[in-house]
């Protein structure tokens, strides 16, 4: 599931409109339908369409595309704006445990960006590198890029400033 906050709620809905134009699943002639349904006060997941994918995600081509991410694109939104956190961070997720912790999801490697190049040696994907810079400047991911070298399966830096609360 993918859970967003009460403030990412707010902001996505206000795209709702623009979102139908990518994903007709989205559209009616009653209105928009509840994608969103409340987990806790303040905390709501978004409902999975008919092929196991987020509601705001599309296909064109063979590409599964996501529609707050064009909408970012063509109307120059700042994607931290309207994208929610976990999925800015896909398939990178922070796990809530005594200590927060930034991981990988299990099926992240069944994607082709995810896996090592001929030589072995791993690297970030250029659209997970541009995320970790979006969510946590690029200090953070220069330390996660020393330590994949240097072949560190882990490394701990500390989330600093607004993200220290998270």
């Known amino acids: 599931d993918i859970t967003v906050s009460k403030k990412e709620l707010y902001n ?3 795209c709702i409109p623009m ?3 990518f994903c007709s699943h989205m559209q009616s002639d009653e209105g928009y339908p509840n994608i969103f349904e409340q987990i806790e006060p303040d905390l709501f997941s978004i409902d999975s369409n008919d092929d ?3 509601s705001f995600a ?3 081509g063979k590409k599964i595309l996501y529609a707050l991410h064009a909408i970012s694109s063509i109307h120059n939104i700042p994607l931290p704006t309207i994208k929610p956190l976990a999925c800015l961070l896909w398939p990178l997720a ?3 445990t005594r200590t927060r912790i930034l991981t990988v999801h299990d099926d992240a490697f069944d994607f082709d960006c995810n896996t090592s190049n001929d030589s072995g040696e791993w690297s970030l994907c250029p659209s997970i590198a541009h995320s970790i810079d979006l969510v946590f ?3 953070f991911r220069l330390e996660i890029e020393k330590a994949v ?3 560190l399966s882990w490394i701990k830096i ?3 400033g607004s993200l220290a609360g998270i």
């Open 12 to 14: 996505i809905v206000g």
């Open 19 to 21: 979102a139908s134009r």
């Open 52 to 54: 196991n994918l987020c």
């Open 58 to 60: 599309f296909r064109k």
């Open 94 to 96: 922070i796990c809530q």
């Open 137 to 139: 400047g690029d200090e």
């Open 149 to 151: 070298q240097k072949g």
């Open 158 to 160: 500390p989330f600093a």
